[in-house]
């Protein structure tokens, strides 16, 4: 986790972050302040982000471009790893990865379900 943060502080400005995770919301805010996260922490308590992108294991990411479109998705457990899924974004896909899934501070941590904090 304490690389995704480097990276997010690396690409503020450049790039949006956006974090989901399970179902406990007041696990999701000690989760981000624990690492000092610095990015939207999303709480699903039914799994719908993951079930509508089809995700099925974690950490996974996703590129959106400007317009929403997904243009890279992939596996990432380090920073490496991010950082090629955005290359393959921004750039097109070189290699294909197999699917996997995708992941701020307290006040960033939002609730799928109730549209909100």
Do not use: C
């Amino acid at each position: 986790m304490p690389e995704l943060v480097t990276f997010a502080l690396e690409t503020r400005g450049e790039l949006a972050i956006v974090f989901v995770s399970g179902p406990d919301h007041d696990a999701n805010r000690a989760f981000a302040s624990q690492f000092s996260v610095n990015f939207p922490v999303l709480t699903q308590p039914d799994q719908r982000v993951a079930a509508d992108y089809k995700v099925r294991v974690t950490p996974f990411a996703f590129y959106l471009d400007a317009e929403g479109v997904v243009r890279a998705r992939g596996v990432v457990n380090r920073k490496g790893q991010l950082i090629a899924m955005v290359t393959r974004g921004r750039y097109g896909n070189t290699q294909q990865l197999p699917v996997a899934e995708l992941p701020t501070t307290d006040a960033g941590v939002t609730d799928a379900a109730r549209g909100g904090d």
